[in-house]
């Protein structure tokens, strides 16, 4: 079943410490994404990538950095979390001009 | 100006009546028109999109699009207590990225 995956579910990490959160997808879908979103916040896109070797910054200032190296796989790195990036984290995918499909996020708290 | 508004609400509407949710968006170019439910604590899920002027229906969903007004609705015909959620509007701004712009989404409560 085509679908896309995020890991881990929940993350609870100390400050200063290296993370990386998983992205995958099965749809050979081009276009990937991550946001960013508070509890009861509005979506904010942080990464998009068209295809292998493409990420740009979106419109969130972000401290993270993303890569594309296969098209179904978009991690995401904080090389050194900080309580601000305590956050709930999105991945999604697109093909053309359909509409986006959501993996089931990472909730990230940083102690 | 925001580029995508919706009202934040709560709106609450009777266990089998209809939800009518509003959206409107700044940019006359933009060319494809979502409609996203989001349940506490998961991610968005796509229920409706639209491209062109009118309706369109599925199910007990209806999307309405006035591209004069920049305006896009949805409808919740017989709502249920399973609806209650926030619906988002997401707006493809176009141009050579997929540019997809969400609105802060209207919470939904229908009341038993």
């Known amino acids: 079943e085509a679908d896309i995956y995020q890991t881990p579910r929940y993350l609870v990490i100390g400050t200063g410490k290296k993370i990386t959160l998983e992205c995958s997808q099965t749809?050979?879908?081009?276009?990937m994404y991550w946001y960013q979103q508070d509890p009861g916040m509005e979506l904010h896109l942080i990464h998009y990538?068209?295809?292998?070797?493409?990420?740009e910054k979106g419109d969130l200032s972000s401290e993270s950095t993303v890569s594309r190296i296969r098209t179904e796989h978009f991690p995401l790195t904080l090389e050194s979390a900080r309580p601000s990036h305590t956050s709930q984290y999105l991945c999604?995918?697109?093909?053309?001009?359909?509409?986006?499909?959501f993996g089931s996020g990472t909730r990230l708290t940083v102690v | 100006q925001k580029e995508v508004e919706q009202n934040s609400g709560p709106l609450s509407v009777p266990e089998g009546a209809i939800a009518s949710l509003n959206c409107t968006y700044s940019?006359?170019?933009?060319?494809?028109f979502f409609w996203y439910r989001q349940y506490s604590g998961k991610s968005p899920e796509l229920i409706m999109s639209?491209?062109?002027?009118g309706d369109k229906e599925d199910g007990r969903f209806t999307a309405q699009l006035n591209k004069a007004s920049q305006y896009v609705s949805l409808l919740i015909r017989d709502s249920q207590p399973s609806d209650s959620a926030t619906y988002l509007c997401a707006v493809n701004m176009g141009g050579g990225y997929q540019k997809v712009t969400f609105g802060t989404g209207t919470k939904l409560q229908v009341i038993p």
């Open positions: 749809m050979g879908h081009d276009k």
């Open positions: 999604a995918s697109s093909e053309d001009v359909l509409g986006y499909t």
């Open positions: 990538s068209y295809g292998v070797n493409s990420t």
């Open positions: 639209i491209y062109s002027n």
């Open positions: 940019d006359r170019g933009s060319q494809s």
